[in-house]
């Protein structure tokens, strides 16, 4: 590789320092935002390097689109906000405009899919803070005449988004690091990474190494090829991403708002007193599966016309003078994106103190101060300050990293982004990669697959004769909604079936295996031999971690399940909390199925499979015992995430289907059924279990999450995150709790981010949803905010609604469960 001039010079003047505390790795929006916002929290003693110059990777192309409209996750719309008012206030501090032009932005809904979709997020929007307006057709074609609006049925306008430049971005922020004591030095690639201990302690280049405490990879669609020569997993991958300028346009000059229409494929803004169109088709490309190349700068692809024509003809449509207009340039540069669209952040779990945050799917710079704030404060506090369960780094697997993957997934992600985002719709390429031992067995039985981490996970189950298919996705009862109904009543007044195999399984074996675990369990696990405890693991502030049941096998031998989007956190906090204790972690997950038989028959269905003794006396609740099953040993364990008498069954993966057939067969004589994942959600929810990264997260006070019942304040020798429990109990009653809540008419779905009021006025929103069958109506959970005491007394003076795109429906809102709150029905 030949060096960059400018890194001689900054060599020559000695700018390479031995030592660090933080080295930032990359010059993009992400990068110096990175820095930025460590050295204004306070850590100054940072060096950024780049490669090249600043920008030279993938943000000296971006259309630099700013909007605050569109996303149900917390988490993303006050990043953006955040993003959007710090790019607004720099040029004060550093002198250097980012370009900010308050514009406005209107998002189009041109069938009624898209309309319901939009209403439901602009509610959750305003909630967040955001001035979005619903605007009729008149008043889009008002604010932007050239567009088509013959087919609109509504516009979505926030006065106050627009578009930044991302170059000028960039270099605000990174003058804003400089002024505070930042190193940034272009021309400086980094080669590798100095590790101990399982830890990084620095970078290499071709200049020397430099000692740090932290490294953080902003390396952007490098990322993934740097940090694999640490060993670190960053599934992310490059895909081609276009837009057209087209020559001057009679009309139009910089006061164009943004407007954006994905029916259309298409977005479009004022660009050198022409359109800039930019596109997202739904079947992408991927880009150089097999490597970034090292000397890629301020790069450009030859743009693929063929395969991009019909998209942009499409798109051109919406403002039919762009088809007349001169193209001054059709543009195609790279962009990573990942996996599940979220990007990939935080601490890496196969590195201590190896940062990462990149895979910005397209959104780096509408979002990238934010992410660089979230960094910053994870690495300086020792954890994030905001919701990360969606883009924590620890969500993804190795084998996401492999080749053939990224190039499949790949090709429906970018898509993604302009796609109408129905419930509950599964992610269709790279399919099939993991499959529960019993998974042919359940494609006979007709089973509906989604993709649950990458395993295919049984959703529901068509009746004999019906094809397991969606016929159309929709924000309605959609054609399987009978079958789940079915299955829902099947669990609550007989048995089912219920394949689990996905979830993460883990042998803690040691003498101290006990011991580790009571102290990051926020309950008593270490106690009777052959007990499951339903626990949390809290960090030091008090907040959760991991949700999940710990066994006691014996004295040395220890049972740990946890979710299977949790899988590498739970493994992650345990390892790291252990250290060098004699406590070994041991991922069991691929070795033993899980199925669930559950329901008020599930005794008699077990019972006549096992030569064991099941009755309440003999197996009560909580209690967890090895038994026969035909030529099989089976780890029977009496638990419920459904709120009915039921037992989890872990098999050998060899046994599976063994164990599972005599199920089955034996499951005849007492009306079994298959029952799928959509079961589980509106059982669980009827009982108001909770689902961590869905409806409890990072940032929730295990009090707050309604979990104090499963915290042992008491217990011996204390656990992680007791005084900060301690501390949050001294400073009085509640303010902020989770509740259930209800709607009284049983016609609407709730699904997410639906705006919860109180007399009026919104106090919270759903976190997640279902439909509770047995409860009549709509259920989710929602964390409510009451500025003052929330108890029973105050949720019942207050008349609660639900906000659901432009209806409000009355609801009721419980702190207990509404479904069998005594816990009479698990314990018969
Ligand atoms: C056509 C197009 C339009 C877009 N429009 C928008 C938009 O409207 N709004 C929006 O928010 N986003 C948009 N994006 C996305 C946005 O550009 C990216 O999300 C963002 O720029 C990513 O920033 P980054 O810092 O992660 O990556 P990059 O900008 O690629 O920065 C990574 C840096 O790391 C450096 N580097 C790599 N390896 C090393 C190494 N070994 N040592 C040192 N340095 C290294 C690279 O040189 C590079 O400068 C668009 C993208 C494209 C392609």
């Keep these: 590789m030949t060096l960059p001039s400018v890194a001689e010079s900054d060599r ?13 790795v990359g010059g993009g929006v992400i990068g110096t935002s990175v820095a930025y916002h460590l050295a204004h929290l306070g850590c100054r003693d940072v060096v950024l390097l780049e490669r090249d110059k600043l920008t030279s990777g993938t943000t000296w192309h971006a259309a630099g689109l700013m909007v605050t409209f569109g996303s149900t996750s917390e988490t993303s719309t006050q990043m953006r906000k955040y993003t959007r008012d710090l790019y607004r206030r720099l040029e004060e501090e550093t002198g250097l405009a980012t370009g900010l032009k308050q514009v406005g932005f209107i998002e189009l809904a041109t069938d009624r899919d898209r309309l319901e979709e939009y209403r439901r997020v602009s509610a959750f929007n305003r909630l967040c803070g955001v001035d979005v307006q619903e605007i009729s057709p008149g008043e889009v074609k008002e604010l932007f005449p050239l567009a088509r609006t013959d087919d609109v049925l509504a516009g979505f306008y926030v006065q106050d988004d627009g578009r930044a430049n991302p170059v000028d971005v960039t270099m605000s922020l990174a003058k804003g690091a400089r002024l505070q004591g930042v190193k940034v030095l272009e021309g400086v690639p980094v080669t590798g990474f100095l590790r101990r201990g399982g830890a990084v302690t620095g970078v290499r280049t071709p200049y020397g190494d430099i000692e740090s405490e932290y490294v953080v990879n902003c390396a952007g669609m490098w990322a993934r090829q740097l940090g694999a020569t640490a060993g670190v997993n960053i599934p992310l991958q490059a895909a081609e991403h276009y837009y057209l300028i087209t020559e001057p346009i009679d009309g139009i000059d910089g006061s164009l708002p943004v407007l954006e229409d994905p029916a259309s494929y298409g977005y479009f803004r004022e660009e050198g007193a022409g359109l800039m169109i930019g596109l997202f088709e739904p079947i992408c490309a991927p880009w150089r599966v097999e490597g970034i190349p090292e000397g890629f700068s301020f790069g450009e692809l030859p743009p693929d016309w063929d395969r991009m024509a019909p998209y942009l003809e499409t798109a051109m449509e919406r403002v039919p003078i762009s088809l007349e207009a001169g193209v001054r340039k059709f543009f195609c540069g790279p962009e990573s994106f990942t996996p599940d669209l979220q990007p990939v952040v935080g601490e890496a779990p196969e590195l201590r103190n190896y940062f990462v945050a990149a895979g910005l799917n397209s959104i780096g710079i509408l979002t990238g101060g934010g992410i660089g704030r979230a960094l910053a404060h994870w690495i300086l506090d020792g954890r994030p300050n905001i919701d990360v369960t969606a883009m924590d780094i620890d969500r993804l697997h190795s084998y996401q990293s492999n080749p053939e993957y990224r190039a499949t997934r790949t090709v429906e992600s970018l898509g993604m982004v302009y796609q109408c985002h129905y419930p509950g719709r599964s992610m269709r390429t790279a399919r099939g990669a993991k499959v529960s031992p019993v998974h042919h067995r359940l494609v006979e039985h007709r089973a509906y697959f989604k993709d649950v981490s990458g395993w295919e996970g049984a959703d529901w189950y068509a009746p004999e004769g019906v094809e397991p298919k969606v016929e159309k996705l929709s924000w309605g009862r959609q054609n399987w909604f009978p079958y789940w109904e079915a299955e829902h009543h099947a669990t609550r007044t007989g048995v089912i079936l219920m394949d689990m195999s996905f979830m993460s399984k ?68 345990m390892r790291r909390h252990f250290a060098d204790a004699h406590a070994f972690v041991t991922d069991v997950t691929s070795a033993y199925a899980q199925i669930n038989i559950q329901g008020p028959r599930s005794r008699e269905l077990v019972t006549s499979v096992t030569t064991q003794d099941l009755s309440n006396e003999a197996f009560p609740f909580r209690t967890a015992r090895e038994i026969d099953v035909g030529f099989a040993r089976v780890l029977c364990i009496r638990i419920t995430y459904l709120g009915e008498l039921g037992y989890e069954l872990y098999i050998p993966a060899e046994q599976a289907v063994h164990v599972y057939d005599r199920l089955v067969e034996a499951g005849h004589a007492v009306g079994l059924r298959h029952a799928g994942l959509k079961a589980l959600s509106s059982l669980r929810m009827e009982k108001g279990y909770r689902d961590y990264g869905h409806d409890i997260d990072n940032t929730d006070s295990v009090l707050e999450a309604g979990l104090g019942f499963a915290v042992a304040l008491g217990k011996p020798g204390g656990f992680i995150g007791r005084d900060a429990v301690l501390a949050k109990k001294a400073v009085g009653p509640l303010t902020r709790r989770l509740v259930q809540v209800l709607l009284t008419d049983p016609e609407p779905l709730m699904f997410h981010a639906e705006v919860v009021r109180r007399n009026g006025l919104p106090v919270g929103y759903v976190r997640t949803a279902s439909y509770g069958f047995s409860l009549g109506g709509a259920v989710g959970l929602a964390m409510v905010d009451a500025g003052q005491p929330l108890d029973q007394a105050w949720i019942d003076d207050g008349e609660w609604t639900v906000e659901i795109g432009a209806t409000t429906y009355p609801a009721a809102v419980s702190l207990r469960p509404l479904y069998d709150p005594t816990n009479e029905r698990i314990r018969m």
């Excluded at 003047?13 to 031995?18: E, H, I, M, T, V």
């Excluded at 031999?529 to 960090?539: H, R, S």
């Design 12 to 24: 020559a003047a000695g700018a390479l320092p031995g030592r660090a505390r933080v080295v930032v």
């Design 506 to 573: 883990f042998l803690v074996q040691g003498r101290d295996a006990g011991r580790e675990l009571e102290r990051i369990s926020a309950n008593r696990v270490d106690g009777d031999t052959g007990i499951i405890t339903y626990t949390q693991w809290l960090n030091e502030g008090g907040t959760l971690e991991a949700d999940l049941t710990v066994t006691k096998l014996d004295d040395k031998r220890f049972w740990v399940v946890a979710s299977d989007s949790a899988h590498r956190h739970a493994e992650t906090w």
